[in-house]
């Protein structure tokens, strides 16, 4: 799932300066294994080479942790109720975002592939305050009666 | 006289200085006409506006509250932070009125940032992580116990 939407394709798109992406995504894991597994490694080797196959610059990748996953969670016609959280930091074109999501969501050890913008591109906007509202004009509306 | 007296009674107490001095006037006509241009004086208006007060902003204006994210991001793996925001029997977000969150802005974006990590596989939906259960409580909320 990409969140949020990262807007119509245009041809001109490759073009485009490239921007952060923060791709975050969940895995499986056998129960009552702990991380280190070269399988995991190998899962995570696979995405990253994809996501440079693509044209991504990698920056870095964070793991968040393995553990029970808070509902439990099908894909790939299995049920998961453990899980390990990977956080992956590249640099992308917009155009590559929908393809990597594709690459993703083929691959079985990947439980919940998402792209997500990164936060630090958001501005934060400025806020002056929670402003009083006057609550005297809404109690009568002042649509007109016949 | 008496008409006179009647109508003094039915104006009030506080037009009653001054009309009867109109009276004594009015009934005394022998007195020169200066006395009573002065005792009208009394109902000339103030011209100068040096008492009157100054029409400016309030000065001891205090600045507007700030609501706990005002200019900050939330992030949505910080779970500990998002589940004070829902409630530990439905797992429902709390509306504007609950969390006293400034503006539609914010309100908005604590709901979206607990969607998306609901939906992303970090937080529960339907019930609030029991890790988390004792919190200090933000919103504005009373449970029935």
């Not at chain 1, 155009?95 to 592939?113: F, G, N, Q």
């Not at chain 2, 029991?130 to 919190?135: C, F, N, R, V």
Request: with cysteine; net charge positive.
């Amino acid at each position: 799932m990409v969140w949020p939407r990262t807007g119509t394709s245009q041809p001109g798109a490759a073009l485009r300066s490239l921007f952060w992406v923060r791709c975050s995504s969940s895995r499986r894991r056998n129960p009552h294994s702990s991380v280190n597994l070269p399988e995991t490694a190998a899962a995570l080797k696979r995405t990253l080479e994809a996501l440079m196959d693509r044209g991504a610059v990698v920056r870095s990748l964070e793991s968040l942790g393995e553990r029970t996953l808070p509902y439990k969670m099908s894909a790939h016609s299995q049920q998961h109720t453990r899980g390990g959280y990977f956080l992956v930091d590249f640099y992308a074109p917009t155009a590559t975002v929908e393809s990597i999501m594709e690459h993703l969501s083929r691959d079985i050890d990947v439980i919940r592939p998402n792209v997500v913008k990164h936060p630090l591109t958001q501005e934060v906007k400025e806020c002056e305050g929670i402003v009083p509202v006057p609550l005297e004009e809404k109690l009568y509306s002042t649509k007109k009666r016949k | 006289m008496a008409t006179m007296a009647a109508l003094c009674s039915g104006l009030g107490k506080r037009k009653l200085t001054r009309f009867t001095t109109a009276v004594v006037c009015l009934t005394n006509p022998g007195i020169h006409a200066g006395l009573w241009r002065r005792s009208c004086s009394q109902y000339k208006q103030v011209t100068s506006n040096r008492d009157l007060p100054i029409p400016m902003e309030n000065p001891y204006k205090e600045p507007l509250k700030k609501c706990i994210f005002c200019e900050k991001y939330v992030d949505y793996k910080n779970l500990q932070l998002l589940s004070q925001f829902i409630s530990p029997f439905t797992g429902c977000i709390y509306r504007g009125h609950i969390t006293g969150l400034c503006g539609n802005n914010k309100k908005k974006e604590i709901m979206k940032v607990i969607k998306r990590a609901q939906i992303l596989g970090f937080m529960p939906v339907t019930y609030k992580d029991p890790a988390y259960l004792k919190d200090p409580k933000v919103c504005n909320i009373k449970y029935t116990e």
